[in-house]
């Protein structure tokens, strides 16, 4: 039972990353109908960052915002390459993203060597119903939760966020009220470059990121991106939670090399059950 | 307030629109009426900005917005927040003025805009477009797929709003006999082309316009008749 829930609360922390990484994924694919495959790439500089800032005495806080915004200006520069040029097909786009992961993964190599990378996190741990659960776990949870609502009260509230939503919902009627959606879509790419920071920062402590980490970081967010139909950031969080913790719990009762098969796995079935769901949502 | 001058708009090789030049007055109601395909809501659209022009000119003194061809509503938001973006190039926006103007939106704002009926829609629609607070309203298709008392209804209200706050309209409508009804001059497009001008009432007695794009239908006739008989369906 003890064991139970430490992979509970650890694949909850991890499916929370890939949730940040995933509604990422969705923001851009909502205003731009393009899927941005450099996502975790932008994560893994996130997490990199901090540690680099926090290594230069940058103190806790002020480090970890300082690196999610470098993210947030990385993911401006993608959509620049992206969609920056008006016209761009999405398919297009997509394989510039591709390309773009490639060239941060070598910047990546370049800046921070090819060796795990682990800044300082919350120490300690809780015991939550006898399990010993990390603190620095439990801030990626809370932290998760805190951005979630901060998005969802950004897209209902703020005009700003209308404007995104608009774009999203009728480009051609945004465009007619004189919203510039190539400059909503560079937002999305903004926006989505500090949801992938975040995710970045917060499990860098507990899961030393390289760029290897790319792959698995990139298809557990596109994984929880298509569980949440590319279009709705709340169930794309539910389905990187559902990702995590299955992950969590093959890692655990089976093998640990098998993590990123599942995400394939889950993936696959998720895009086989939704795929009319799928179709629906693209028509309407 | 708005001259377009020799205005040429191409889709690769097609040409729609071909060197078309007309005029419209600050406060003026103009018809634009055409056939299908005759190139009207790609010259209503080219006079929005949406549709970038191959040659020719578009100088407008005031500011333009649009209702759309099919509302084009923001279908998961709400009236107010469809509204609120019709707004989105001005700097202070007042809902107030719009619910004054278009009273029974102010009833409906927490709607879904996707969930209405057409004529509601195309009420938000107009209201939309008049949160920019425009000095012309270009509208495209007023009375497509609705009724014909919601579209008298929808009628009054341009006229309510010309009247009260001299705004001028530009009327894209194949539905002729309401173009003629509202509007006291008016344009006939063909291919691309304006090949009859002039005030509506004579518009609608000349026999070539009416033989060649209106059908056999008596459009003069029609036009003497009530208003609610206005949306009766025109043979093109």
Same mark, same amino acid.
């Given at each position: 039972?003890?064991?139970?829930?430490?992979?509970?609360?650890?694949?909850?922390?991890?499916?929370? @990353?890939?949730?940040?990484?995933?509604?990422?994924?969705?923001?851009?694919?909502?205003?731009?109908?393009?899927?941005?495959?450099?996502?975790?790439?932008?994560?893994?500089?996130?997490?990199?960052?901090?540690? #680099?800032?926090?290594? +230069?005495?940058?103190?806790?806080?002020?480090?970890?915002?300082?690196?999610? /915004?470098?993210?947030?200006?990385?993911?401006?520069?993608?959509?620049?390459?992206?969609?920056?040029?008006?016209? #761009?097909?999405?398919?297009?786009?997509?394989?510039?993203?591709?390309?773009?992961?490639?060239?941060? &993964?070598?910047?990546?190599?370049?800046?921070?060597?090819?060796?795990?990378?682990?800044?300082?996190?919350?120490?300690? @741990?809780?015991?939550?119903?006898?399990?010993?659960?990390?603190?620095?776990?439990?801030?990626?949870?809370?932290?998760?939760?805190?951005?979630?609502?901060?998005?969802?009260?950004?897209?209902?509230? &703020?005009?700003?966020?209308? +404007?995104?939503?608009?774009?999203?919902?009728?480009?051609?009627?945004?465009?007619?009220?004189?919203?510039?959606?190539?400059?909503?879509?560079?937002?999305?790419?903004?926006?989505?470059?500090?949801?992938?920071?975040?995710?970045?920062?917060?499990?860098?402590?507990?899961?030393?990121?390289?760029?290897?980490?790319?792959?698995?970081?990139?298809?557990?967010?596109?994984?929880?991106?298509?569980?949440?139909?590319? #279009?709705?950031?709340? !169930?794309?969080?539910?389905?990187? /939670?559902?990702?995590?913790?299955?992950?969590?719990?093959?890692?655990?009762? /089976?093998?640990? @090399?098998?993590?990123?098969?599942?995400?394939?796995? /889950?993936?696959?079935?998720?895009?086989?059950? !939704?795929?009319?769901?799928?179709?629906?949502?693209?028509?309407? | 307030?708005?001259?377009?001058?020799?205005?040429?708009?191409?889709?690769?090789?097609?040409?729609?629109?071909?060197?078309?030049?007309?005029?419209?007055?600050?406060?003026?109601?103009?018809?634009?009426?055409?056939?299908?395909?005759?190139?009207?809501?790609?010259?209503?659209?080219?006079?929005?900005?949406?549709?970038?022009?191959?040659?020719?000119?578009?100088?407008?003194?005031?500011?333009?917005?649009?209702?759309?061809?099919?509302?084009?509503?923001?279908?998961?938001?709400?009236?107010?927040?469809?509204?609120?973006?019709?707004?989105?190039?001005?700097?202070?926006?007042?809902?107030?003025?719009?619910?004054?103007?278009?009273?029974?939106?102010?009833?409906?704002?927490?709607?879904?805009?996707?969930?209405?009926?057409?004529?509601?829609?195309?009420?938000?629609?107009?209201?939309?477009?008049?949160?920019?607070?425009?000095?012309?309203?270009?509208?495209?298709?007023?009375?497509?797929?609705?009724?014909?008392?919601?579209?008298?209804?929808?009628?009054?209200?341009?006229?309510?709003?010309?009247?009260?706050?001299?705004?001028?309209?530009?009327? %894209?409508?194949?539905?002729?006999?309401?173009?003629?009804? %509202?509007?006291?001059?008016?344009?006939?497009?063909?291919?691309?082309?304006?090949?009859?001008?002039?005030?509506?009432?004579?518009?609608?007695?000349?026999?070539?316009?009416?033989?060649?794009?209106?059908?056999?239908?008596?459009?003069?006739?029609?036009? *003497?008749?009530? *208003?609610?008989?206005?949306? *009766?369906?025109?043979?093109?």
């Amino acid at each position: 039972m003890t064991e139970l829930v430490a992979y509970l609360i650890s694949g909850i922390a991890l499916g929370s @990353s890939f949730a940040l990484i995933g509604s990422g994924i969705v923001v851009v694919h909502r205003v731009t109908r393009v899927v941005n495959f450099a996502q975790g790439s932008v994560a893994i500089v996130g997490g990199m960052a901090s540690a #680099t800032l926090l290594d +230069g005495r940058l103190p806790h806080g002020l480090g970890e915002i300082a690196a999610v /915004l470098l993210s947030g200006v990385l993911g401006l520069v993608i959509g620049l390459l992206a969609i920056g040029r008006r016209g #761009t097909p999405p398919l297009i786009s997509l394989i510039v993203t591709l390309g773009a992961s490639m060239l941060v &993964s070598a910047a990546i190599i370049w800046l921070w060597g090819q060796d795990p990378v682990t800044p300082p996190g919350l120490r300690g @741990s809780v015991t939550i119903l006898g399990a010993e659960v990390e603190r620095q776990r439990l801030l990626v949870v809370v932290a998760t939760g805190v951005a979630f609502a901060a998005l969802a009260l950004f897209f209902s509230r &703020s005009y700003l966020g209308k +404007g995104l939503t608009a774009s999203a919902s009728n480009p051609f009627a945004a465009r007619m009220v004189g919203i510039d959606v190539r400059k909503m879509g560079l937002l999305a790419f903004g926006l989505a470059g500090i949801l992938g920071g975040l995710a970045g920062v917060l499990i860098a402590p507990s899961n030393p990121l390289s760029f290897y980490s790319d792959l698995p970081l990139v298809l557990g967010g596109f994984a929880a991106a298509v569980f949440g139909g590319l #279009t709705s950031p709340l !169930r794309t969080l539910l389905g990187g /939670l559902c990702l995590g913790v299955a992950g969590q719990l093959t890692a655990g009762y /089976l093998n640990g @090399s098998y993590q990123t098969e599942m995400a394939l796995l /889950l993936m696959l079935v998720i895009m086989i059950i !939704r795929s009319r769901a799928l179709v629906q949502e693209e028509v309407k | 307030m708005l001259r377009i001058d020799d205005l040429v708009v191409r889709y690769g090789s097609a040409v729609a629109v071909d060197g078309v030049s007309f005029e419209v007055g600050a406060g003026e109601m103009v018809a634009l009426v055409g056939p299908n395909g005759a190139g009207k809501s790609t010259l209503i659209n080219a006079i929005s900005g949406l549709v970038p022009p191959h040659s020719g000119t578009v100088a407008c003194e005031g500011r333009i917005a649009q209702v759309p061809e099919g509302r084009q509503m923001f279908a998961d938001m709400s009236v107010e927040d469809n509204l609120l973006l019709g707004g989105w190039s001005i700097r202070n926006r007042d809902l107030g003025e719009v619910y004054d103007l278009l009273p029974d939106l102010a009833g409906m704002r927490k709607r879904k805009a996707g969930r209405l009926s057409g004529g509601q829609q195309q009420m938000v629609a107009v209201g939309r477009a008049l949160m920019a607070r425009p000095d012309l309203l270009a509208i495209d298709e007023l009375s497509l797929g609705l009724a014909p008392l919601v579209v008298a209804e929808l009628a009054e209200h341009l006229r309510f709003l010309n009247r009260e706050r001299g705004t001028a309209v530009l009327l %894209v409508e194949q539905e002729v006999t309401l173009a003629f009804d %509202v509007c006291p001059r008016a344009l006939v497009l063909e291919a691309g082309r304006i090949i009859a001008a002039g005030p509506s009432v004579e518009l609608a007695q000349s026999e070539t316009v009416r033989k060649a794009y209106f059908g056999d239908l008596a459009v003069a006739e029609m036009m *003497t008749g009530p *208003t609610a008989q206005a949306t *009766t369906e025109v043979s093109t």
